[in-house]
Structures are given as C-alpha cells and as structure tokens.
C-alpha cells in the first residue's frame, strides 16, 4: 500500500494582527514532524513518504500526482484542525485515498472530524494502533480500539483504547531518513543549529485544566526504554541539538536518571533541551547536574502563573515557591530556562505590570507566553465554554484571546505586545 503522511502548513490566525497591527504575536509553528516519522517507522512492507507542509507549502499537489497515495494520514493541534479538514478533501477529490485524521486535537475532540471528507479517526497514540487499521483495509478498521470510522449526521462510536507499553512499538524505530529532505528547515535559527527530535516518554501524569496532553494516552505516562532513546539519538547522527519530545522528560525521575547514565556510557556528546517541572527541579536538583554534565544545556518550564492561587484555579499541582527555587537552581547549575507563562484574559494593566516585574526580579532565559485558551476536550473548555466568543479552530494558537478580556481588546493585546518586547529585550537567547 501507498502511505502518505501530511504534516499541515502554518495556518493559525492572529486577532492582534488582523484587527490591530500587532504582527508581534504570531505564533509560528516549526520542527520536525516526530509524530509522523515514528507512525512511519512501524509501516515496514508499506511504501511511505512524509511531505511536510510547514517546510514545503506548496508542494502537496505535485506529490499526490507524483505518489497516487492509497491512504493518506494527517495529524495537527487543534489551531489546525480546519486546514486538516480541507487538505482531507483535497486529497479526496485528487486520488480517493482513504483518509484517516489523528494527533492532539483529534484524540481529544473526535467528533470535530465526523466529517464526509475523512474516512477514520485515530484517537490517542496511533503506532500501533494505525497499523492495526492499515492492516485491515479495505476491511472496515472501525473495531479496532481507539480507532473510530466516520458516520457523518451520527455520533462516533468506537471503543476507548487503554493504552500501555505496547503502543510504543519499541522496536521499530522512527524513519527520519523520510524528512531528510526538509532538514535545512528543521534549525535552531537563533545559534544556527540543527535540532533533531526523540521521544523519551508519551503522556503526563498530572492534571492541568488546560493541558490537552492527556488525551494522547488516556491520562497514562508511557516511558520509552533508555535503550531505544539511546537508539533514535544515534539515529539522528551529528545532528547537534536533540529535543526530547515529550510533556514531561523528568516524569518518572528513576527512569530519567537511568537514561542520563545511558546516554553518558554510550559515548554521546549532544546538547538536550527537555521539558521539566519545577517541582521536580526542586526535590531532584542531584538529577538536574547529572543531566548538566550528560549535556543538557535548556529546559522548558511551565511556570504559568505567579501565585499559589492562579496555579490552583489551574490545577497545576505546583507552588509560586517552588517555581521561583527552581530558577535560582537552574541559574547555580548553568542550565538555560525557557519558561512558559500564561496570560488570562481577565488580566488589568497591573497584572501585565506584575508579570513583567517578576521577571525582571526573577531572570528568564527565554520567556514565552501564551494566552488562556480552552481547547476542546480539556476541563478548562467544559468550564469556560459558555464563555466563548471565537469558535473559529483557526484563532487557537494560543495567543488570541477566545472569551471576553477584561481589558479593551485593543489595550490588551498592546499589553500583551508590550510585555513580550520588554521580556524579550532582557532575554539571553
């Protein structure tokens, strides 16, 4: 069978922009494509190509005519579903490919893709379970556990999938060699680096109101084996910079600790960025210095609010102490921090005034911000839905305000644009 699998173009929207001028905020969208390459690498006996629209926009027309793909798998966050659903029908209508739509928005609000150009829909992890359902084709997959036939005017009906260790297919490593073609786009543009990027663990075990990770694996924290991470990081070559992929690297810290020995005994000298919490920064600070020497260089940390009260509206399950102790460890250490810091749409000028204050009190490498966005399928959608304004998936990027803001609209993305130059302008990176 001929497999085509699609990463979708950049296609967010942007309110600031669009209505005010503000092209400050655009959220861009980049990286390789890790989802499709490691469904690809469990598809051995199948032809498969990966095109990539985000390094290559233009260039699905010529590889459906060139490919005549079988099947076609498409995969996006939620600010994109609307352009998964439009490239589904292009696809349709050049080559009657069978369709099938999964990743983040997919697994966690399905019925979105109930739709008549989309044939199946993956819900959570899909490596082994899209294989399941490539292997039953043209059969109808539909009974396969997570997996969901389309029944346009109906609602799905498909059995929930409890997924486990053997999801991750271990054996059967990621095809990089599928995007080789696209690697120039796949830099860290800023020192000038490539970036490869590995999957250490899938899923998280906390709760946040408005994370949407837990749909991918029914709330599970899966771990790869230190063996096949070490793997896939030899796979990549002399790519310098490995992005370990995932919401949480340091989940399990056992596990973490023993793919940092792992990795150190293999002979492997690359710079890592990872994903941590500050609490695990805090209790396991001995664990951050043995990934220090390992080559750990960064790590991305959701700070998210400032307040013990914020993070509980949140669910966050963390401390404002925890988070401004992490920093000074981090900083002893010699460990870049980017961090990650949620703007509410009830934000006031002085809430604005307060965050820019913190930062300067307590230094980030790199901040991001982001605005309160309730994506469908999250607590945080099914308390604030009554709330929204904007329905429209393509304003999800989470930079635009989809409930009321306090502020004047206008005032608050000046705020908002206002904090980022300041932050920005302090910033290392």
Request: a negative charge; charged letters at 25%; hydrophobic letters at 40%.
């Amino acid at each position: 069978m001929k497999i085509l699998l699609v990463n979708p173009p950049n296609c967010g929207r942007s309110i600031p922009e669009e209505r005010y001028g503000i092209d400050s905020l655009r959220q861009i969208f980049r990286g390789e494509p890790l989802a499709l390459e490691t469904l690809a690498g469990n598809l051995d006996g199948h032809e498969v190509r990966i095109v990539d629209l985000k390094a290559a926009p233009d260039s699905l027309p010529r590889e459906l005519a060139d490919f005549r793909p079988d099947l076609a798998g498409l995969t996006g966050v939620t600010c994109e579903a609307n352009t998964l659903v439009k490239l589904a029908g292009q696809i349709k209508e050049s080559c009657g490919a069978t369709i099938v739509v999964g990743g983040v928005h997919a697994s966690n609000d399905p019925e979105f893709f109930n739709r008549a150009e989309i044939d199946y829909i993956v819900v959570g992890l899909g490596k082994l379970s899209f294989r399941q359902l490539v292997d039953t084709l043209p059969a109808d997959g539909g009974h396969i556990p997570g997996v969901a036939r389309t029944r346009p005017g109906e609602r799905l009906s498909f059995t929930v999938r409890s997924f486990s260790g053997a999801d991750l297919v271990q054996s059967a490593p990621p095809r990089y060699d599928l995007v080789e073609r696209y690697r120039p786009h796949y830099r860290l543009q800023s020192l000038g680096l490539d970036m490869g990027a590995v999957a250490s663990a899938f899923g998280c075990p906390f709760e946040c109101s408005f994370c949407c990770i837990a749909g991918l694996t029914g709330g599970r924290y899966l771990t790869q084996s230190c063996e096949s991470v070490v793997r896939d990081i030899g796979l990549l070559g002399d790519i310098p910079v490995i992005r370990l992929v995932d919401a949480n690297t340091f989940g399990n810290p056992e596990h973490a600790r023993r793919l940092c020995r792992q990795i150190r005994q293999a002979g492997i000298k690359k710079n890592f960025l990872a994903d941590v919490r500050s609490d695990t920064v805090v209790r396991h600070p001995e664990l951050l210095r043995e990934w220090k020497e390992a080559g750990l260089r960064s790590v991305i940390i959701g700070f998210e609010a400032l307040d013990d009260a914020r993070l509980g509206e949140l669910n966050k399950a963390n401390s404002a102490a925890a988070n401004r102790e992490a920093i000074g460890i981090l900083h002893e250490i010699g460990i870049t921090i980017v961090g990650d810091f949620i703007i509410s749409p009830d934000y006031d000028e002085e809430a604005f005034g307060l965050l820019d204050k913190y930062l300067e009190d307590n230094p980030i490498d790199l901040p991001i911000f982001t605005v309160l966005t309730p994506l469908p399928g999250t607590p945080l959608y099914r308390e604030e839905k009554e709330r929204i304004v904007i329905d429209d998936l393509d304003y999800y990027t989470l930079t635009n305000a989809v409930v009321p803001t306090r502020l004047d609209e206008k005032i608050f993305y000046e705020n908002y644009a206002r904090l980022t130059r300041s932050a920005h302008a302090r910033a290392k990176l």
